[in-house]
């Protein structure tokens, strides 16, 4: 496209699908501990 | 849902529902701010949307132009990449009847610590309580609940926090040994995490650390007089020059991978991005430094009149982190980092942090809450490692809470990267864990963009 890029994202419909096993990383134990900072996490079915 | 926004020379929307994020140019981005609010009206006829967005061309730009531009607007909307519909709420009700399972355990291993750090949401680590330290029993039964309560998950989370953990160090040491001894009979894997001030970190710690711990992270707040102004030992006197070569020494022995130098910034160091420069520049290569939690009346709050500067921080902030990346000396900063590609499911985006249900607190004494900020709070009282979660009405209230059960954040376009929030902030701003901590969300409203313009930027250096 010309007048669009558009940066490679994971489908969230798609995700529906198969979403919700539950395994990834609980938020607060990454680094935060006082903000909920989710969109920075991995999937661990994709990793 | 559409949000444009321009940072760094870069045009971008998002197309919130279907997560689709487009770089455009001019042309592109006038056409879709006139686009919006027909689609919001219902109006999804293609002539009408042509009728009024060729209007464009009597402004600025050529008929052809136009025409081109919007063409390839109209090719993303078939493909479900721009003006996607909300398809989620119906996808949470279901979602809220789910069997939760417990999956992370934070270890308030130590109500006790030998900082007197002004800010500290445990007050000196007592928690509004009295000072005590987990018994090696306690946090024994805390493992078997969590392996007991964790259904078929695997990976298992337990951080080690207080207070400061390592006032409790063989305690620490022993349940590690005990979590081990149960992962093979159980199927489960446990991820430990250390979170420290830095004292009491001497070699033997360390070399246990990064045999055992997944994740350490660091507490330290950048510059030293911004340091030692807010954690100081409790005569005073700051502790910067004593940790500094510590953590240095962590970030070196862990390959710069798997901890954090994790510090809090407040209303006395509005210019932040000083501090995180400064991190970076002492070769720390993982970085979070946080606004401060606090209460109104503290004279260190973030106030809404702070909100300019630190929204402009956030942006300096950026461009230095694209900037360092281009030189070769680049840092992760924990706010600005998101994964696109391999994010979570719509699942863990509408649900959050998991507190309450899937993440709990244990204090020393062996009491759960539903996290570490709601420690001390006796309403958020969950149960107990003897008896397990008896309090199932403030559970089912945490399991509850999502994006859709939030009227802020139904209409917020960053409502699928943070997940509605922290519900201790949204309890202790608004009185109600469904509720919001506006200066908060605000200033993740910022990160979120931040950190999506950085992705932009990375994606035209990966072009050169």
Not at chain 2, 309 to 315: A, G, H, I, K, V
Request: aromatic share 10%; net charge negative.
């Amino acid at each position: 496209m010309k007048h669009i890029k558009t940066l490679t994202t994971r489908n969230l419909k798609e995700s529906m699908k198969k979403g919700g096993c539950g395994e990834c990383q609980t938020s607060c134990q990454s680094a935060c501990k006082t903000s909920c900072t989710v969109g920075n996490q991995s999937c661990e079915k994709i990793k | 849902m559409i949000h444009q926004f321009k940072n760094n020379g870069y045009n971008i929307v998002m197309d919130v529902n279907s997560g689709s994020i487009h770089v455009v140019d001019e042309i592109v981005y006038d056409m879709i701010s006139l686009m919006e609010p027909l689609v919001k009206e219902g109006i999804r006829d293609a002539d009408t949307i042509k009728a009024a967005v060729l209007n464009l061309a009597d402004a600025r730009y050529s008929p052809e132009e136009v025409k081109e531009a919007l063409e390839e607007v109209l090719a993303l909307q078939k493909e479900g990449q721009l003006f996607a519909p909300d398809i989620y709420e119906d996808y949470v009700f279901d979602f809220k009847n789910r069997q939760t399972v417990v999956k992370a355990l934070c270890l308030h291993i130590a109500h006790d610590c030998n900082l007197a750090c002004k800010y500290c949401f445990a007050e000196e680590g007592e928690y509004h309580g009295r000072r005590a330290l987990m018994s090696f029993e306690v946090g024994k039964k805390a493992l078997d609940f969590l392996v007991a309560n964790s259904g078929s998950r695997v990976n298992l989370e337990v951080d080690f926090f207080g207070g400061e953990p390592l006032m409790n160090w063989q305690v620490v040491k022993d349940l590690v040994a005990y979590g081990r001894s149960l992962e093979e009979p159980n199927n489960k894997k446990f991820r430990f995490t250390l979170t420290t001030n830095g004292v009491l970190l001497d070699d033997e710690v360390l070399e246990f650390a990064n045999r055992e711990m997944a994740n350490v992270v660091c507490s330290i707040d950048g510059r030293k007089e911004v340091h030692d102004r807010m954690r100081p030992f409790r005569k005073g006197q700051g502790s910067y020059d004593l940790i500094v070569p510590r953590f240095r020494k962590v970030a070196e022995t862990r390959n710069q991978m798997n901890y954090y130098v994790r510090g809090t910034f407040t209303h006395y160091n509005l210019d932040f991005s000083e501090d995180v420069k400064h991190l970076a520049d002492l070769g720390f290569r993982q970085i979070s430094v946080e606004p401060v939690v606090a209460q109104p009346q503290d004279d260190y709050a973030i106030r809404k009149e702070d909100l300019p500067r630190l929204l402009s921080e956030y942006d300096k902030l950026a461009r230095e982190l694209i900037q360092r990346r281009k030189e070769g000396r680049g840092f992760n900063f924990f706010h600005f980092m998101i994964d696109l590609e391999g994010g979570p499911c719509v699942a863990k985006r509408l649900s959050g942090c998991g507190s309450g249900t899937e993440y709990l607190a244990v204090t020393p004494w062996g009491d759960f809450y539903p996290c570490h900020q709601f420690v001390g709070q006796e309403k958020f009282l969950l149960g107990n490692v003897d008896e397990g979660i008896t309090n199932t009405a403030v559970r089912d209230e945490f399991k509850c809470c999502n994006v859709y059960a939030k009227d802020k954040c139904r209409k917020c376009f960053a409502k699928f990267y943070c997940s509605g929030g922290c519900a201790a902030n949204a309890y202790n701003f608004s009185g109600d864990i469904n509720g919001a901590y506006d200066i908060g969300c605000e200033l993740q409203r910022k990160r979120v963009e931040c950190a999506i313009m950085i992705k932009a930027a990375e994606s035209d250096m990966e072009e050169c």
